[in-house]
C-alpha cells in the first residue's frame, strides 16, 4: 500500500512552487535601489520602515511605492484644504490654491499607476509616476509665510517616486 505522504510530499512541492513565483528582493538588491535613487536615506528608511518590503519582489516594492506615495500625495491634498481655509494671506492662498491642484493632478496620476502595474504594464507606470513626481515638483512654496512642512512633503513625494522608477525601470 503506497502512503499518503508519498503523494502529499511532492503535491506540496509542487504548489509551493505555484504559490511563490517571485523572489524577495536582497538587501543588496535594496542598497542598488536606494544608491540609484534620488535620496539614497530617504529609500533606506523606507525599506525599513515599510514592512511589506521585507518580502516583497521588484514588482512588490513598486506597487507598495505606489500605495504609499498614493495615500502621502491624498494626506498632502487634504492638508493643502485646511490651509487654504486657514490663511487670511492672499499670496500665501495662491500658492496653497495652485499647490492643491497639483496635489489633485498627482492623486489621479498614482490611481492610474496602481492600474498601470496590476496590468503589469511597467513602462506606462514609469509614465505616469515621472507625471506624479512633475506634480510635486509644481507646487512651488516660494512665497513668504507659507507652511514649513510643504517643501518636505514635496521632497519626500518626489523621493518616493524615484525609488518607484528605479524599480520600475528595472521590471
Ligand atoms: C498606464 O499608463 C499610461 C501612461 O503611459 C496610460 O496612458 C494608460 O492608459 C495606463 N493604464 C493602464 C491600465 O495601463
Known amino acids: 500500500m503506497v502512503s499518503p505522504a508519498s503523494f502529499l510530499v511532492p503535491f506540496l512541492l509542487f504548489l509551493s512552487l505555484c504559490i511563490t513565483p517571485s523572489i524577495a528582493i536582497s538587501e543588496a538588491e535594496k542598497n542598488d535601489i536606494c544608491s540609484n535613487s ?48 486657514k490663511t487670511t494671506d492672499p499670496k500665501v492662498q495662491e500658492v496653497y490654491k495652485s499647490c492643491s491642484s497639483n496635489y489633485e493632478e498627482a492623486v489621479s496620476v498614482f490611481e492610474e499607476a496602481k492600474k498601470n502595474l496590476s496590468s503589469k504594464n511597467y513602462g506606462g507606470a514609469t509614465t505616469t509616476v515621472s507625471a506624479a513626481m512633475d506634480h510635486a515638483d509644481s507646487c512651488k512654496d516660494d512665497a513668504q509665510g507659507t507652511d514649513p512642512s510643504l517643501p518636505e512633503r514635496n521632497e519626500n513625494l518626489k523621493s518616493l517616486c524615484s525609488i518607484i522608477l528605479v524599480v520600475t525601470d528595472r521590471l
Open 38 to 85: 534620488m535620496n539614497p536615506r530617504f529609500c533606506g528608511d523606507f525599506m525599513k520602515a515599510e514592512q511589506r518590503v521585507a518580502s516583497a519582489d521588484f514588482a512588490g516594492v513598486a506597487k507598495i511605492g505606489v500605495e504609499v506615495a498614493h495615500s502621502r500625495a491624498k494626506d498632502t491634498l487634504n492638508f493643502l484644504k485646511s490651509l487654504i481655509q
